[in-house]
């Protein structure tokens, strides 16, 4: 064994409800999928059927010693209109809550993971300050109803990463293209997280916890100059990184609103999240605003740079702001063929594990449910993981095949 889990971490897995429920629910990616904007035409209707199998992929998770599940609610579901709560739906998301904790699974509940009902993006989504009451409706259902079987949840998922693909790039719904609007985006989910991290404490209190941990997943990039003695360089990899993701770290875990976001609300600076949740892929170099990768790194199958040191990087970024526990909400790779998926778990939680940080929990990208459909066995890489966590750490270094 090369190296062992530091004691108290725990391994799990992460998914999105649009990734893997399946449904015509009414949610903007419905809507995307019909109007043909989904490039290789994956329509979100099929996903993995994980809303009829539920019971079937707890037990899959449980064989393989999954320790925490982090998993997010369908807003259009459990809101199919303004104000109309949808009590089946509340139901199912209760029992399959219910079916991880009997199974020893910690669930980590995501409330906004990308996914809007098309009512509310129909009304502006998050571009309109008064639409975020319909957020916040959302949050107190969420603590009133799942608060006696959930202590732990993420109230936002990569606010940046949404705000950045639907309203500059157009690529996400809504396709808008204004750096404006980006911001704007920005600075009312900054909103909608501290109103929701109180909402979830206050809640939980009253039915009498004190074990309430919030946070929102945080989506972080190690942003290195291409020549680091080129001045353009550097100064244009510290701007992308303020308008990526510092400035929106600051507000969400701090409320301090610093330019390019505002406060339209008077939110006081305060600490703002009991962990910090965090979300790491890749490094990108930087000589201008556009993304780039380092030359002959190694890449996966969406051509982003493979670089463990950069989790350790971003974690310490994340402590300078506000030290608390780190959990790694997700991390993983695009590997299609399954080639060198285990190596790049078994680099990251080398680098995790002799880092000497506070990390309390990793979201692996090994997943029991598979992106392309549903399956009734798990991918190798998947029990490469398994048996990880039941060695606590790994036999061996698993073969590599990064692309260059």
């Known amino acids: 064994m090369e190296f062992s889990f530091p004691d108290g971490l725990l391994l799990g897995v992460s998914s999105a409800s649009t990734q893997i429920e399946g449904g015509e629910v009414g949610s903007n990616w419905n809507d995307w999928y019909h109007k043909g904007h989904i490039q290789d035409g994956s329509d979100p209707a099929v996903a993995d059927d994980h809303w009829n199998r539920a019971e079937a992929d707890t037990e899959l998770m449980a064989r393989m010693g999954i320790q925490v599940c982090r998993f997010g609610v369908e807003w259009a579901r459990l809101f199919p209109a303004p104000g109309e709560v949808d009590e089946l739906a509340v139901s199912h998301y209760r029992e399959e809550i219910i079916a991880m904790k009997a199974r020893g699974i910690r669930p980590l509940l995501t409330i906004h993971h990308f996914s809007n009902p098309m009512w509310f993006e129909e009304k502006g989504a998050f571009l309109k300050r008064e639409n975020l009451g319909y957020y916040l409706d959302l949050v107190r ?38 750096f404006r609007e980006m911001f704007t985006v920005l600075e009312n989910m900054s909103y909608c997280h501290i109103q929701a991290y109180e909402l979830i404490h206050s809640a939980r209190k009253e039915m009498g916890f004190e074990d309430t941990h919030v946070s929102f997943a945080n989506h972080m990039r190690v942003f290195d100059p291409k020549n680091a003695k080129n001045p353009i360089h550097v100064a244009a990899a510290k701007i992308v990184q303020w308008l990526f993701q510092g400035a929106v770290t600051r507000a969400m875990s701090l409320g301090q609103f610093r330019a390019p976001l505002r406060n ?84 990251h939680l080398k680098a995790v594990s002799e880092s000497g940080l506070p990390l309390n929990v990793i979201i692996t990208g090994a997943s029991v449910i598979t992106l392309n459909g549903w399956k009734d066995k798990v991918r190798a890489s998947d029990w490469y993981m398994s048996i990880m966590i039941r060695r606590r750490g790994p036999s061996s270094a698993p073969a590599s095949s990064f692309q260059k």
């Open 264 to 347: 339209h609300w008077g939110i006081q600076p305060g600490e703002y999240e009991d962990f910090i949740g965090l979300n790491y892929y890749t490094r990108s170099t930087i000589s201008g605003f556009a993304d780039g990768v380092r030359k002959n790194s190694p890449r996966n199958d969406l051509g982003w740079e493979i670089y463990p040191e950069g989790l350790i990087r971003c974690a310490k970024e994340l402590l300078e702001v506000l030290p608390r526990p780190i959990w790694v909400t997700e991390n993983g790779t695009c590997d299609n063929n399954d080639g060198f998926r285990a190596r790049y778990l078994y680099d």
């Open 141 to 178: 259902l969420v603590a009133q109803r799942f608060g006696d079987l959930v202590a732990d949840y993420i109230t936002i998922n990569e606010p940046n990463v949404y705000a950045l693909n639907g309203y500059c790039f157009g690529s996400w719904p809504p396709g808008h293209k204004s």
